[in-house]
């Protein structure tokens, strides 16, 4: 696999990597390179599903996933959760034809310069998000105030992943080449639409971009 020697996000111009990961959807493995002279992708690469913003970024890519491939674009959602865990998740909540991808140790996210953040610096930030949350919380208190009322229920697998720093979240959509030709990155601090997921406007716009290259 491909390593990022830059130290920060791949941006629009640089070479995707290859990563090659365990498929949540189908058996067998799913690789970056799969995509490379065939068609565009997006891929998404987002915090394990015990991140509640993270499983409605997967649910917004399964709905735009048809506008996307109506340009011949693909996508590819990638979670930091374990693969029998994921694909237990989606089994009872599916993502019709949507492709998954179980990344565990963040290699993906490693390869394309996404950073994590400590406990501490998460602990710190607090967040008001009027409609989701009664007061100001911090990320932790959040992610488990948020849990709760989705009734998502944090397994040993969960808490795994939630051990340690946090990961930092991205999509990457890159041409038929294998280039990134426009990218959406998190950042960590309020009011700069930390959580939410990039604007589908913009983002279907630059596929429309992509497949006429």
């Not at 891929?43 to 890519?61: E, N, S």
């Not at 697998?157 to 051990?163: G, I, L, S, Y």
């Not at 030709?181 to 990039?198: A, C, Y």
């Amino acid at each position: 696999m491909s390593k990022n020697s830059a130290n920060r996000p791949l941006q629009p111009g640089d070479l995707a990597p290859n990563v090659v990961l365990d498929a949540i959807s189908r058996e067998g493995k799913i690789a970056l390179d799969d995509f490379r002279g065939r068609s565009p992708a997006l891929i998404g690469l987002f915090r394990g599903l015990h991140c509640p913003f993270c499983r409605r970024h997967v649910a917004v890519m399964a709905q735009l996933k048809p506008a996307l491939r109506a340009k011949g674009v693909e996508c590819l959602a990638v979670v930091n959760t374990p693969v029998e865990r994921a694909r237990l998740y989606f089994h009872y909540h599916p993502v019709p034809d949507l492709l998954a991808a179980s990344d565990p140790v963040r290699a993906s996210h490693q390869a394309f310069g996404l950073q994590e953040v400590g406990v501490d610096e998460l602990t710190a930030i607090r967040f008001h998000l009027p409609g989701e949350l009664p007061e100001q919380m911090d990320v932790m208190a959040m992610n488990e105030f948020l849990n709760r009322k989705e009734g998502y229920e944090i397994t040993e697998a969960d808490q795994q992943m939630m051990a340690g720093r946090a990961q930092l979240v991205g999509q990457f959509l890159i041409d038929r080449e294998g280039i990134v030709r426009w990218s959406f990155i998190e950042v960590l601090e309020p009011g700069l639409h930390t959580f939410e997921p990039p604007n589908r406007e913009e983002l279907v716009l630059a596929a429309s971009e992509v497949a006429h290259r």
